[in-house]
Every structure is written in C-alpha cells, then in structure tokens.
C-alpha cells in the first residue's frame, strides 16, 4: 500500500511540473491573437485587454501590431475604462496617422471623451450636465471636428455630427448657468457678457432665446434703455413664442433678482 501509494504522489508530481506555464511552448504571433480575438468575441474584455498587450510586448512590429491597438481602444472602451480609450486612440493615432481607420480611433476617442463626465447615476436618472466641468465634453468636440473635418463621408460622421449639435447645446446651457449666477449676486455687466457670449458663439443653440433676455433685463439694470430694447426686438423678432416674453412682448425672467434682495439671495444661496 505504502508503493502505491509514493507511486501516485510521483505521477502527481511529475503531472504538475508537466503542467508549469514556464514549460509550455510560446505561442506564435498569429495564435496570440486569435486568442485575444476569442476573448473579445465571448466579451471577455479584460482578459482581451491582457491578451493584446501582451501580443503588442512580444511583437510590437508585428503583422497584427495595427489591428492589435484597434481592438485594444475597442476593448478599453467595452470595459468602460474611457481614459485608456483616449490613451489608445491617441497613440494609434500618432504612430499611424495614414491608416485607413483613424477615423475610427478619432471616433471612439471622441466617444470616451463624450462618456468621460458622466457620473455613476447619469445612465438611471436625467441629469443636466451644464453646471459641470465640461473639459471633456470640449475635447470630445474637437475630435468629432477633426473627423467630420478630415473624413467627411466616413460611415462615423454622421453621428459625430449629431453628438457636436449636444455638446454644443451643453456648452450654450453652462454659459447660461454662469450668467445666472453673476446676475443673482448682482455682477450684471458680467452677466451679460456670458449672455452675449452665447449669443455670438452658439447662436443656433436653444439658449440664445434666453441669453437675450438676459442682455436686455441687463441693460435695464445699468440704465441702458436703447440696448435693452434692441436686445428684447431681436427676441420678439426671432422668437415671438418665446416664453421669455410677456403677453405685451415685454421680458419676462421669472428667476431674475429683484433691486433689493440681492443680498438675501447671496445668504441663503438662492434659496430665498
């Protein structure tokens, strides 16, 4: 019993070194990466993301080095890790600035940037983004720029073109949500200036209507008369629905800060 037992521990044993990672043959390039290939295909994306760099370390000028940094942005942005996303683009970008797919890695960078400021609970509840940092949202408009601009009939532009109409919607609406401010705490000239920034930069934005009444409730605060009236005209010409103005035509902000609570708006953070 004691023999048959040492021999099963010597079979185990033997097994086991058989068995050591260390021994095993490396695999070729081509099998590296249809390894990676099946793992993207079963949405395995870490093990993916393992796969390709490890194919990029072992043959970084490979036959598959191109398509191996296409599918590493492609899984960085599955697994929801958008600043690896920009990382991967970018560097395709910049080692294969004539490939027939940058406009795909200027796409998805694009997209992880346009992802890059959204919260944990954005995809469960409607939150308005404007009152945030939206560096992000501007560097995602500039890729989408650049692909528009650089490959116009790419089968990515027409939805880059879409996501630029948003971003600049948002951009206009965080303009506005500063003007607001100045306005409640009484920096009226550096309200209005936000205003006509909207105005001059996102004029076919849904916030030029507001921006404008704005300017005009603005210039009745400084004691400009003529420039309040030319600001209220352009509104009721443009927009004589809007409901920035009254039954008479006349402007009508409901949040706008009366002469003498100024002060109790700036105590009580708006809430009086």
């Known amino acids: 019993m004691p023999r048959v037992v040492w021999a099963l521990l010597c079979t185990l044993l033997i097994a086991g070194c058989a068995s050591n990672p260390e021994d095993r043959p490396e695999l070729?390039?081509?099998?590296?990466?249809?390894?990676?290939?099946?793992s993207l295909e079963k949405n395995n994306f870490q093990?993916?993301?393992?796969?390709?760099?490890e194919l990029e370390a072992r043959f970084p000028y490979g036959e598959y080095a191109e398509q191996?940094?296409?599918?590493?942005?492609?899984?960085?942005?599955?697994?929801?890790?958008?600043?690896a996303t920009v990382v991967a683009a970018q560097r395709f970008i910049r080692n294969y600035p004539g490939h027939p797919r940058v406009d795909y890695a200027l796409y998805m960078r694009g997209l992880a940037?346009?992802?890059?400021?959204?919260?944990?609970?954005?995809?469960?509840?409607?939150?308005?983004?404007?009152?945030?940092?939206?560096?992000?949202?501007?560097?995602a408009f500039q890729d989408f720029k650049r692909l528009v601009s650089r490959f116009p009939d790419s089968p990515y532009a027409p939805d880059a073109r879409s996501r630029m109409v948003h971003i600049r919607n948002q951009l206009a609406r965080q303009e506005l949500h500063v003007a607001r401010y100045y306005a409640r705490r009484g920096a009226i000239i550096a309200s209005i200036n936000r205003?006509?920034?909207?105005?001059k930069h996102y004029e076919q934005t849904p916030a030029v209507p507001e921006a404008l009444a704005i300017m005009a409730k603005g210039y009745e605060r400084l004691g400009r008369p003529e420039l309040a009236e030319k600001s209220r005209q352009v509104l009721a010409l443009n927009w004589p629905d809007s409901p920035f103005l009254g039954k008479d035509q006349q402007i009508r902000l409901a949040w706008w800060p009366?002469?003498?609570n100024g002060l109790l708006s700036l105590l009580t953070f708006d809430l009086l």
Do not use: C
């Not at 070729?28 to 099946?38: F, N, V």
């Not at 191996?68 to 600043?83: E, G, K, M, R, T």
């Not at 205003?195 to 105005?199: D, E, I, S």
């Open 113 to 139: 940037n346009f992802n890059m400021e959204k919260g944990l609970f954005d995809n469960m509840v409607t939150s308005d983004k404007s009152s945030r940092d939206l560096q992000s949202a501007r560097d």
């Open 28 to 38: 070729t390039e081509a099998d590296q990466y249809r390894q990676a290939h099946k």
């Open 258 to 260: 009366n002469e003498d």
């Open 195 to 199: 205003a006509q920034y909207v105005v």
């Open 47 to 53: 093990t993916a993301i393992d796969d390709l760099k």
């Open 68 to 83: 191996a940094q296409l599918d590493l942005i492609y899984a960085n942005y599955q697994s929801v890790d958008y600043p």
